[in-house]
């Protein structure tokens, strides 16, 4: 009888002391877990200032390069204002008493980007390696002026402008040119006329 009594003892103290072990391995992992969670949050968190930091240096570089650009713009604006206030007297709208004298304009390499070229007299004018492009080319007279090398706009957004036969167009599709052109006169055309243009013509 004692046998069994000291064996079931020594049972309970085996079980007991499992139950401690496994306690005690318990409270590790859980240690061990609250341990790699706070490291997991502490990287996020760490991740999350990084992104933080980077969303305000691209917003910062989004913004300088808008004002770079801005300022860019506005000097560009500048210099057409300087290069079309410094040929006043050479480029001077077309239906005036000074056509016929407001000729040969030397503009060659001239930055004309975004100009406002609107009825403008540039007769015989040496725009060899101009940039035109986006410049607003409405009923400009461009007879015998020289246009090598010039970067033009869009011929579709080139209205009424006046050429000749002594215009060099340089790069550009004469054909094209040609094949949206009416003619005024001998040797005289009218790129993309307008509507009241080619009935006038016509009529004529």
Wanted: aromatic share 2%; glycine share 4%.
């Amino acid at each position: 009888m004692r046998g069994h009594l000291d064996a079931a003892r020594a049972a309970q103290a085996h079980a007991e002391g499992e139950r401690d072990a496994a306690a005690a391995n318990s409270t590790i992992a859980a240690d061990e877990i609250a341990t790699l969670r706070q490291r997991l949050d502490d990287q996020a968190t760490e991740h999350h200032y990084q992104l933080e930091q980077r969303d305000m240096e691209y917003s910062r570089a989004i913004t300088a390069a808008h004002t770079m650009a801005d300022r860019a713009a506005c000097e560009h604006r500048d210099q057409v204002s300087e290069i079309l206030r410094t040929y006043r007297g050479q480029i001077s709208p077309m239906h005036t008493d000074r056509q016929v004298e407001q000729h040969d304009a030397d503009l060659h390499d001239a930055n004309l980007t975004e100009a406002n070229l609107t009825s403008a007299n540039l007769t015989a004018a040496n725009l060899t390696g101009a940039h035109l492009t986006a410049a607003k080319l409405i009923r400009t007279d461009l007879r015998g002026a020289d246009l090598t090398g010039a970067n033009l706009p869009q011929i579709d957004t080139i209205t009424a402008l006046m050429w000749s036969t002594e215009t060099r167009w340089g790069r550009r599709d004469v054909d094209e040119i040609r094949a949206r052109s009416v003619e005024l006169r001998a040797g005289v055309f009218i790129l993309n006329p307008t509507g009241q243009q080619v009935d006038t013509l016509v009529d004529h």
